[in-house]
């Protein structure tokens, strides 16, 4: 099974920049999209970005022009790059991967957070 850590949270004032980074381990068979999503306080996680193995990349509306994925997969890492941070902006920031275990069956993982905090 895939094991996801985040790293790169912090605390930062509105207009500052944080990045984000996760590390996929474990019994790594194929993992095909990457991505990040998050949860403010009283509601629901979010999607933010995700990338492809061929680097295709969708934002959610509310980050476009702000926010740029990336990824390794040489090191199955993802980064998340978080430019012109907003107060609303903060949240329990995940970091999620989709894949296949060696039997073919979907295997999907999920981090443990890491906090980003936005101060106005």
């Known amino acids: 099974q895939v094991q996801l850590v985040e790293s790169g949270g912090g605390l930062v004032q509105a207009g500052g920049s944080l990045r984000l980074s996760c590390v996929a381990s474990?019994?790594?068979?194929?993992?095909?999209?990457m991505g990040w999503y998050r949860q403010a306080p009283g509601k629901q996680r979010e999607f933010v970005a995700t990338i492809s193995t061929g680097g295709g990349i969708s934002y959610s509306e509310s980050v476009k022009g702000r926010f740029a994925i990336s990824r390794d997969n040489a090191k199955n890492t993802v980064y998340l790059q978080m430019n012109s941070l907003k107060p609303e902006d903060t949240a329990v920031y995940y970091c999620n991967s989709v894949g296949l275990k060696s039997d073919y069956t979907p295997d999907r993982a999920w981090g443990q957070g890491t906090q980003v905090t936005v101060s106005s």
């Open positions: 474990g019994s790594i068979f194929i993992i095909n999209d």
